[in-house]
């Protein structure tokens, strides 16, 4: 009988430096958890994670929220299993509940060229929420997104492909406790 051997984790080659750690994740969802709390209180926000990326984030950041929030997410597609955007964006999944006269939250992973983040806010309010706030992981260095004003950001991030804390590259890689740069193919 011939033996599965599992390939190593990660493969050799894939992962390069390490750009934030997962001590600095935790510290940094805890500052935005605190500063989303003060921001809502006396309200029941809305957060709205984009699947599938901002999945690992969403949990730990509603979490560092001491208040009530409530849930729901949204699946978008506009880098396919691709590193390089098509430049197109659609709604793969829609949200669950109506998000009109709430407080929305958009979650993001990672805020790049900004296009998804500039079609998510269109997309909610043409809902009629009572607000739309944005908050992101990580943003991308460039100026690119200088007419996007986020409003909660984790990290600034240099121009590398970056994975772990739930961004993929095809699928893997999202279960790293930290964000690295991707340097397989
Ligand atoms: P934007 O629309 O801002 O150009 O790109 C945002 C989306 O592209 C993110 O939600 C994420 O899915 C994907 N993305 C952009 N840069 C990276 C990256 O470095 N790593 C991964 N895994 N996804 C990225």
Not at 133 to 156: A, P
Request: glycine share 10%; with cysteine; aromatic share 8%.
């Amino acid at each position: 009988m011939s033996q599965w051997t599992p390939s190593p984790f990660p493969v050799p080659g894939d992962i390069g430096e390490i750009l934030i750690t997962g001590e600095q994740i935790v510290d940094r969802v805890a500052a935005i958890g605190r500063q989303i709390a003060h921001d809502f209180r006396g309200e029941v926000p809305m957060v709205v994670g984009v699947l599938k990326g901002s999945v690992i984030f969403v949990a730990d950041l509603i979490r560092a929220i001491d208040g009530p929030v409530q849930l729901d997410f949204l699946a978008v597609s506009s880098y396919g299993d691709q590193t390089k955007s098509t430049g197109v964006v659609r709604i793969i999944k829609d949200l669950d509940h109506e998000v009109t006269d709430r407080h929305v939250i958009i979650v993001e992973d990672i805020v790049d060229s900004g296009l998804t983040l500039r079609y998510l806010i269109e997309y909610m309010n043409a809902r009629r929420p009572a607000s739309v706030r944005t908050c992101t992981l990580l943003l991308r260095e460039g100026d690119h997104t200088d007419d996007l004003d986020i409003d909660y950001v984790g990290f600034d991030i240099p121009p590398a492909f970056v994975v772990g804390y739930g961004l993929d590259a095809a699928q893997n890689y999202r279960n790293l406790g930290y964000i690295a740069e991707y340097t397989g193919s």
